[in-house]
């Protein structure tokens, strides 16, 4: 396959529900599945190399599922923007996996995470009762821990929701690069790949049906894929619901079972080198890859950290 497949799973929501977008690589009947869940602003086609590489290692027998979280890519907005929060989206994943249940029994069921998708991946790994088709076994944790530094909220703070103008893909790759220096080394073809799904003509926006914000930019070309309103939760957070959400992550990670692989860029300012170390030493005792010139968060897309992951996954 050299693009991945797109369907829609519907999802409950105090609002009347909303329609959330995955892609799928590989095999739509193996039994064998993994989630790979992006980060805030991201969306799902991040890891198309990573899928691909995937597939060919497993043979074709797998299925990998990318989905894009709600308010961002191909899914719907959410009415009430309070709802942009991981038991929501956590909760969606547990509505995805009954539809991958239904079209076929999973025997074998991984997760991939990065930052806000490793998140998730703690609820459901961590959460022993949830009624998952089957166990995690395996979870990648993408620069992401239980104890995420203030310093990196207040830096992504600064750029949330804040979708931009911009004439032409270029331009908004260009944007996107000055603000996500901190992903490491990537060349000008690799960073435009992954531009290229966050981009959307304002004019679908408009005319999609997806929920129009006050002050949305509509008569740019080009604006970024996501609702600019899921800032509004993230600005919300307050210290003291910082720190009981902190506890809260430590006794779900404390909890995993699956064999856990933790890949963090060496120059993160989200998840420090310290937090990393005490994954290391409790709960499941996450095997700790880190990469040079990297910060937050590695994208999967350079072989080595391609290759770090799917030998975690067969080996």
Known sequence: MTEPTLFFVDCADAQGGHRMGCWQWGDAHSANVLLCVHGLTRQGRDFDVLAQAIVARAGGDVRVVCPDVVGRGESDWLVDPHGYQVPLYAADMLTLLARLQADRAIARLDFVGTSMGGLIGLVLAGSAELALPAPVRRLVLNDVGPTIDAAALQRIGLYLGNVGRFASLQEAADAMWAISRSFGPHTPDEWLALSRAMVVPASRRAADGSAKRAGDAVDAPFVLHYD????????????????????????????????????????????????????????????????????????????????????????
């Open 228 to 315: 600019p309103a899921i800032a509004v939760p993230f600005r919300a957070i307050t210290p003291e619901a910082a720190a009981q959400g902190e506890a809260v992550l430590w006794s779900l990670y404390d909890a995993v079972h699956a064999q856990t692989l933790l890949t963090r860029g060496a120059q993160s300012d989200l998840l420090s080198h310290d937090t990393a170390q005490a994954m290391t030493q409790r709960g499941p005792k996450a095997r700790l890859v880190e990469f040079a010139g990297v910060g937050h968060a590695p994208t999967f897309v350079k072989p080595d950290q391609v290759a770090a992951v799917t030998s975690f996954l067969f080996d």
